[in-house]
């Protein structure tokens, strides 16, 4: 349905005015340190149903709750030691929890796509956090893009997307992070690695003092919405690349020459994720105006690496 989408500013008036049209069952846009989140009141039904449809996204795919700390965490999910224990290491901050729901817990079903999990997280963002105080309640909310796209990290990137569609975006300038949260499943003391993000897996692992099980299989992720194709810019992409061909314009990666575009030429996995998705899209606009492909530099396999190579391998995968 066409809407007027508002644009409201990071100050009390904008936390108000978005919290309200959460409350009213609205949707909002609103900045997290990883990406924009497109937010709902995690208990109606007919809120959730809209960020479906806004986004165009398979209603099998489960959203993630956001709530101001652990302690409401706690009225939504069932918290193993484990799982307090990653919570005090990370929250506010970018990792999500895969949690049996909690009794009486009231969420939509929609959220949880009729699992009986909930992926929660407690994001550290300023206007975010300021937005879940103010709203006082869960909110359900995935990245703020069509279905399939690329993550939006600025409230220009959320309107390229969803202006008309969705009722405010609470401008907050770029997120920090970049990249999606860290998804993490916990049974009891069993952790395992549903979605590389924003936290390593390495710095997971320093805090438990032992190794978190990795998909075996990267093609056959656990979470329901890792699907092979996704943050597909509309250019096709060939990835790993040292040498681009004439058609081919280069994101690059340390030092190089022949980049258009360079996600961190100091070779920094921070510097990298941060600027991963925006450049994305900027080198997408530069490949079709030149109708030429996407080549993309080696970007190491450690630390934030893992989470950058995944997001690059969905992009580039056949569609
Ligand atoms: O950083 C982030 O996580 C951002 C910001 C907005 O918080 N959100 C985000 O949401 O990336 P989304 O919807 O794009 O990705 C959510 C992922 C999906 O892959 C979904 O399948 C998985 O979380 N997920 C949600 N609930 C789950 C559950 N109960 N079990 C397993 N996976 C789940
Ligand atoms: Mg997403």
Known sequence: MEQKTARLSGDSAGIAAA????AAGGLVAFPTETVYGLGADARNDAAVAAIYAA???PSFNPLIVHVADLQVAEEYAQFSDTARQLAAAFWPGPLS????VAANAGLSDRVTAGLDSVA??????PLGHALLSA???PVAAPSANISGRVSPTTPRHVLDGLDGRIGAVLMGGACDVGLESTILSVVGDKVSLLRAGGITA?????????PIRRPADPDRP?????????????????LNVTEPKVDEVLLGFGDQAQAVLNLSPRGDLA???????????QIDLVAQEKQARIAVAPVPMHGLGLAINDRLSRAAAPR
Do not use: C, T
Request: proline residues 7%; aromatic residues 6%; positive net charge.
């Open 120 to 125: 929660i997280r407690v994001p550290a963002h």
């Open 19 to 22: 919290a309200k049209l959460l």
């Open 135 to 137: 709203f006082d309640g």
């Open 55 to 57: 986004k165009g996204r």
């Open 222 to 238: 656990q979470s329901p919405g890792q699907m092979a194709s996704h943050y597909a810019p509309a250019a096709l992409i060939r």
């Open 97 to 100: 929890l895969v949690l049996p």
């Open 202 to 210: 390495e710095a997971i692992e320093n805090l438990l003092g032992k």
């Open 271 to 281: 510097e990298a994720a941060s600027n991963l998705f925006a450049m994305l899209r």
